[in-house]
C-alpha cells in the first residue's frame, strides 16, 4: 500500500507492505539513517520520531497509522540550535552517547526542553525513561539535561535581550 | 547460496581444540548456528528465501544438568594444591562446604553483531565491530589462508561491550569474508537484535565449590576448590576465563594450605564467555559468600571474619609475587562506613530480622561491604593479549595525530586521552585526531576490555607525547613516537604458578557498600544504594572516571537482578526487559576516590563494579533474607518461596 505522510517537511507517497511499522517504512523507503530497529517493544528508543508534535516509539506504530501525518525525524530536529545546547552539554559532563543511541537520547531532552524549560529531576528522569540504555551513566544524563537547559535559556535570553 | 562443503578447511582453530567451525556441517553444536549464507543484494529477499529453507536434522537433549559433565566435554583443566591440605584440614576446628552459582547474562551491548568484507584483488578489508582488531585479524589469516598484512581489520565505533564482541565478530568477520571471497562481491552480514539475543554469546554459567577449613577464631586453615564454567558450544578465550577465575577466587584472603580444580565444561548450548571482569566475578562472589556463611557459623560480623584472614604485606598465595603494601582495608573500610552510614544500618536490620524472622512486617533489608581488586594482569596466554602500542606525531600546524587500533571505540575514553596529550603538548584538545595505522600490523594491541587496555594505551600516549615535549625545541616538526607495551615475562612467575599470572601488579582497591530491599508482595530484590571507595592511584580525569563507574555499576547490579537467560526459554520479549535498570528505579550511586591527584600511574578500575557488586549485593541480600541462597540472580519469585519456607 502507499502511505501519504509529511516527513521532515516533505510530502512524501512511501511504500509499505502490511505488518510493517512506521520505523521499518522510514528506513526503507527513504533511508534514514538516525533510525534504528532495534529492540521493537518501544524500550530502547532507538526509533524515536516526532510524529503530529508528540514524541513516539516508531517502532510500536502500524506504519499505515501515519496516513496524513507529519513526522519529523533527527535528520529535522538537528537543525534546531537547541541540539547545540544539548550537544555542548554532553561533552561537559563527559556523558557523550554511543553512536547507537546519541540521536534518540538527544530528541528526547530536545522534547523534554521545548515542553519544559527549566525541567525537574522528576521531569527528566521521565523523561529520559523512553531511552532505555543499559551501558550509560544516567546520573550524568541529568546532570547533562540540567546544563542543556541552562546553555538553552542562556542563549534564548541574550538573544531576547 | 554458501554452505560448509564450499569452504576448503575453515575453521577458526586458536585456542580451541577441534577448532571452531565457520558453518556447521555433520553436527550442529548449538540452537543458532550458522550452517550457511544465502547472499543476494536484497536482505528482504535473502530473508524470505532462509524462511522457506528447510533443515532436516536430529534433535540432542539439552544438556541442563550440565555439572555432572563427562571428560569428554574438558575443554580446558587447570589443577594446583599448595601446602598440606589434609593436616590442615585435620587441625582444623570448623569445616564449610558451599557450592555457588552464577547465572548466563546477555552483555546488552548497544549495537548487534555484523561484519562487511571486501575484497580488492588478494587485499581483504573488513568493516566489523570488535574488541580486537588485531585477534580478528589473525584468525582471517589463518581461517582464509592469506598473510595477515594483506588484511585491512576497520574496527567501527562501538556502545559499551562488556567483552560480548571479544571472538564472536571474528566468526561473523570470517563468514562475510568466505562469502565475499566465493561471490566476488563486497558482503555485509548483520544479526538483527533477536538473532543477536538469541545465538551469540553471553556470560559463562558457572559452579564453584569451596570447601573451607578453620581455627577456633576463624582463620583459614585449608581451602578446597572446584570451579565448573560452563562455556557452552565454544569459546577460544576458555582457558583465560579459568585462569582468570583461578587467580581472582582467594580474594583477598590468605591461606597456608590450597586446592584448586577448575574446568571448562562445553555444552550444546549458545557460546558462552566473559562478562566483565572475565572469569574474576564468578570467583570474587563465591569467595566473598563463603566468608559471610562463614562469618554466621562464628557468629561473627562478616567485617570481622575478613580482617582476620586479610593478606598482609608480603604475603601472596600459590607462593606468586607478594603484595608490596598492605591492603588499604582499615582507610577504605573507615570512609566506606562513614558515607554509607553501615554500623547504624547494618546493626538495624539485623534487629528487625531478629524481631521478624519471617519479615512479616514487610521491611525487609539488608546492607553489605566487600573489599575487591583489580589488576593490570591481561590476556597474557593469548597471542598479542598483551601488547598495545601507539604513534603520535605532531604535525606543523601543531595537530597532533594518535594512531593506534584500539582508539576506535568510545568516545569517552577519547576525551580522557586528548585531555593527557593537550596538557603535556601544551596544545588545543579540538587539534588532537585518532587514526587507524594504514598498516594496521605494524601497530598491534591486545583486546579494549572495560579497562584493561585503556589505563596502558593512556600510559603510552603520556610517554609519546612527554618524548615529543622533549625534542620539540630542538628538532623541527614534525615529530613523532612510538611505544608499545612490553610483553610479559613469563620466567618470572614461579613454577606451581599457571603461567602469565602476576598476581597483584598495579593492583586498584575498591571498597563496596550496597544496601537492597526485598519487595515482599513480588520478592524481587530491589538495590537502594551503592556506595563505592577506591584507590587506584591516580585518576587522570575524575569525571569520565565517575560517568564509567556509576555506568558499571548500574550494569553489575542488573546481573544481580536480572533474570537468568535460557537458551531453550528466551524470545525476544526478554531482551529489554532485562537489560538493566530503568531510570524512574535509579538507585542511589556514590563513589569516592582516595587520593586521586597522587602522583603515580594511572591503573585499570573499569571492572571494580563487576568484581565487588555481586558479592555485596549477595550478602546484602542474605542478611535481608535470613537464609543464604547461595545463587546469583535471584527471581522474585525463587525469593517468595525461601521466604514462605523460612
Ligand atoms: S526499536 Fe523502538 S524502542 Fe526499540
Ligand atoms: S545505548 Fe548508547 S550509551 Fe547506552
Known amino acids: 500500500m502507499i502511505i501519504d505522510v509529511t516527513v521532515n517537511g516533505v510530502q512524501r507517497h512511501l511504500k509499505s507492505r502490511s505488518g510493517d511499522r512506521l520505523v521499518d517504512m522510514l528506513r526503507k523507503e527513504l533511508r534514514l539513517s538516525s533510525l534504528n530497529a532495534d529492540c521493537l517493544q518501544g524500550r530502547c528508543g532507538k526509533c524515536l520520531v516526532f510524529m503530529d508534535g508528540r514524541i513516539v516509539h516508531s517502532c510500536l506504530i502500524p506504519a499505515f497509522k501515519a496516513r496524513g501525518g507529519t513526522i519529523l525525524t533527527f535528520e529535522e530536529i538537528a537543525k534546531n540550535p537547541e541540539v547545540n545546547d544539548i550537544e555542548k552539554a554532553f561533552h561537559a559532563t563527559h556523558t557523550q552517547p554511543c553512536p547507537f543511541c546519541h540521536t534518540a537520547k538527544t530528541m528526547v531532552i530536545f522534547d523534554l526542553l521545548s515542553r519544559v524549560p527549566l525541567p525537574s529531576e522528576e521531569d527528566i528522569v521521565e523523561a529520559l525513561d523512553m531511552v532505555s540504555c543499559p551501558c550509560g551513566d544516567p546520573i550524568g544524563l541529568i546532570q547533562t539535561v540540567k546544563l542543556a537547559a541552562e546553555l538553552r535559556n542562556k542563549r534564548k535570553f541574550n538573544r531576547e535581550a | ?646
Not at chain 2, 566473559?274 to 562472589?285: L, P
Not at chain 2, 606468586?320 to 603494601?325: E, F, H, R, T
Not at chain 2, 587514526?435 to 601497530?443: A, R, V
Open chain 2, 1 to 646: 547460496m554458501i554452505l560448509a562443503q564450499d569452504l576448503p578447511t575453515y575453521s577458526l582453530s586458536t585456542c580451541f581444540k577441534e577448532g571452531i567451525p565457520v558453518f556447521a556441517s555433520e553436527q550442529i553444536s548449538y540452537r543458532g548456528e550458522a550452517l550457511g549464507l544465502i547472499l543476494g543484494p536484497d536482505p528482504g529477499s535473502c530473508d524470505e528465501l532462509a524462511a522457506s529453507a528447510r533443515v532436516d536434522c536430529d534433535e540432542e537433549e539439552p544438556e541442563r544438568e550440565w555439572e555432572s559433565f563427562s571428560s569428554s566435554q574438558i575443554v580446558f583443566h587447570y589443577s594446583a594444591e599448595y601446602g598440606d591440605l589434609d593436616a590442615k584440614f585435620d587441625a582444623a576446628s570448623i569445616e564449610l562446604k558451599e557450592v555457588y552459582r552464577n547465572g548466563i547474562f546477555d552483555h546488552h551491548y548497544s549495537e548487534p553483531v555484523g561484519a562487511l568484507a571486501q575484497w580488492e584483488a588478494s587485499k581483504l578489508s573488513v568493516h566489523c565491530a570488535t574488541q580486537w582488531p588485531d585477534d580478528l585479524r589473525r584468525h582471517l589469516a589463518d581461517v582464509l589462508t592469506v598473510p595477515e598484512s594483506d588484511i585491512v581489520v576497520y574496527p567501527t565505533e562501538m556502545g559499551r561491550t562488556l567483552d560480548g564482541k571479544l571472538w564472536y565478530p571474528s566468526l561473523v568477520a570470517a563468514q562475510a569474508a568466505a562469502a565475499a571471497k566465493i561471490s566476488g562481491k563486497p558482503v555485509r552480514i548483520l544479526y538483527t537484535r533477536e538473532e543477536d539475543f538469541l545465538h551469540t554469546t553471553k556470560q559463562a554459567r558457572s559452579a564453584v565449590s569451596i570447601r573451607s577449613g578453620s581455627d577456633d577464631q576463624g582463620r583459614l586453615l585449608a581451602l578446597d576448590i572446584v570451579i565448573l564454567i560452563n562455556i557452552g558450544a565454544y569459546n577460544p578465550l576458555a582457558s583465560e576465563l579459568i585462569y582468570q577465575a583461578v587467580s581472582a577466587i582467594t580474594g583477598i584472603y590468605s591461606c597456608p594450605a590450597i586446592r584448586i580444580e577448575a574446568y571448562a565444561i562445553r555444552s550444546n548450548t549458545i557460546p558462552l564467555g566473559a562478562m566483565g571482569s572475565i572469569g574474576a566475578t564468578h570467583a570474587f562472589f563465591a569467595i566473598e559468600a563463603h566468608m559471610n556463611n562463614l562469618a554466621q557459623r562464628y557468629a561473627k560480623h562478616p567485617a570481622e571474619i575478613k580482617a582476620l584472614n586479610m593478606l598482609k604485606k608480603g604475603q601472596s598465595v600459590f607462593g606468586a609475587p607478594g603484595l608490596s603494601n598492605d591492603i588499604p582495608f582499615a582507610r577504605i573500610h573507615r570512609e566506606l562506613e562513614q558515607i554509607s552510614d553501615y554500623p547504624r544500618k547494618y546493626a538495624s536490620y539485623e534487629l528487625v530480622k531478629k524481631r521478624d524472622p519471617g519479615c512479616r512486617e514487610g521491611i525487609v533489608r539488608g546492607i553489605a561491604l566487600t573489599l575487591g581488586y583489580q589488576t593490570g594482569r591481561s590476556f597474557s596466554l593469548q597471542s598479542g593479549g598483551n601488547v598495545y602500542s601507539v604513534e603520535v606525531t605532531l604535525d606543523r600546524d601543531l595537530r597532533l595525530r594518535i594512531k593506534t587500533q584500539a582508539a576506535i571505540g568510545s568516545e569517552p575514553l577519547k576525551t580522557m586521552w586528548r585531555k593527557t596529550a593537550a596538557e603535556i603538548l601544551s596544545i588545543q584538545e579540538d587539534h588532537i585526531d585518532f587514526l587507524l595505522p594504514e598498516n594496521t600490523h605494524s601497530l598491534p594491541s591486545g583486546p579494549m576490555t572495560l579497562s584493561r587496555g585503556s589505563s596502558l594505551i593512556h600510559a603510552l600516549i603520556e610517554k609519546t607525547c612527554r618524548s615529543i615535549q622533549k625534542k620539540r625545541f630542538r628538532e623541527s616538526l614534525p615529530i613523532s613516537a612510538k611505544a608499545r607495551t612490553r610483553p610479559l615475562k613469563t620466567q618470572a612467575v614461579p613454577e606451581n604458578l599457571f603461567p602469565g599470572a602476576q598476581l597483584f601488579d598495579s593492583v586498584s582497591w575498591c571498597g563496596t557498600a550496597v544496601e537492597v530491599e526485598i519487595d515482599t508482595l513480588t520478592g524481587i530484590p530491589i538495590p537502594l544504594a551503592v556506595w563505592m571507595v577506591i584507590d587506584a592511584g591516580k585518576i587522570v580525569n575524575q569525571q569520565t572516571a565517575l560517568a564509567s563507574l556509576r555506568a558499571s555499576a548500574l550494569s553489575a547490579l542488573a546481573l544481580c537482578t536480572a533474570n537468568d537467560f535460557d537458551p531453550l526459554e528466551a524470545g525476544r520479549k526478554d531482551y529489554m526487559a532485562d537489560s538493566g535498570l530503568r531510570m524512574l528505579q535509579l538507585p542511589r550511586i556514590e563513589i569516592e576516590f582516595i587520593e586521586p591527584d597522587r602522583n603515580t600511574a594511572a591503573r585499570g578500575i573499569g571492572e571494580l563494579p563487576f568484581i565487588t557488586i555481586p558479592a555485596a549485593f549477595y550478602s546484602a541480600l542474605t542478611q535481608a533474607l535470613g537464609l543464604d541462597p547461595r545463587q546469583l540472580p535471584l527471581k522474585g519469585g525463587e525469593i517468595l518461596r525461601l521466604l514462605e519456607g523460612s
